[in-house]
Nanobody, 114 residues
Framework: QVQLQESGPGLVKPSQTLSLSCTVS??????????WTWIRQPPGKGLEWMGV???????YYSPSLKSRTSISMDTSQNQFSLQLTSVTPEDTAVYYC??????WGQGTQVSVSS
């Protein structure tokens, strides 16, 4: 059974970098054709797809976030990570990691505030 678990700080100051990790269990992240995504949901708004890293390490980002987003993979830890730079209060959201076509993490609340 594939499971995902997000981790990271719940509070980030404006202009800093938001860093989250997603630990995957039950499968190898490098299993062919798997794609690992980050999705967020700001308060009172819908889900926003942020980006994806595929099993081979290739990445693709939302055009609206591309300049501030980086997703990486640590195969030794079976984790993938999200970095979002220059955050503002508008980046406050619940952040989810997700295997496309598969399970989601439970989500982690990140607030951007001084």
């Amino acid at each position: 059974q594939v499971q995902l678990q997000e981790s990271g700080p719940g509070l980030v100051k404006p202009s800093q970098t938001l860093s989250l990790s997603c630990t995957v269990s039950g499968t190898s992240m490098t299993t062919p054709y798997y794609a690992w995504t980050w999705i967020r949901q700001p308060p009172g708004k819908g889900l926003e797809w942020m980006g994806v890293i595929a099993y081979d390490g290739s990445t693709y980002y939302s055009p609206s976030l591309k300049s501030r987003t980086s997703i990486s993979m640590d195969t030794s830890q079976n984790q993938f990570s999200l970095q979002l730079t220059s955050v503002t209060p508008e980046d406050t959201a619940v952040y989810y990691c997700h295997l496309e076509g598969g399970p989601w993490g439970q989500g982690t609340q990140v607030s951007v505030s001084s």
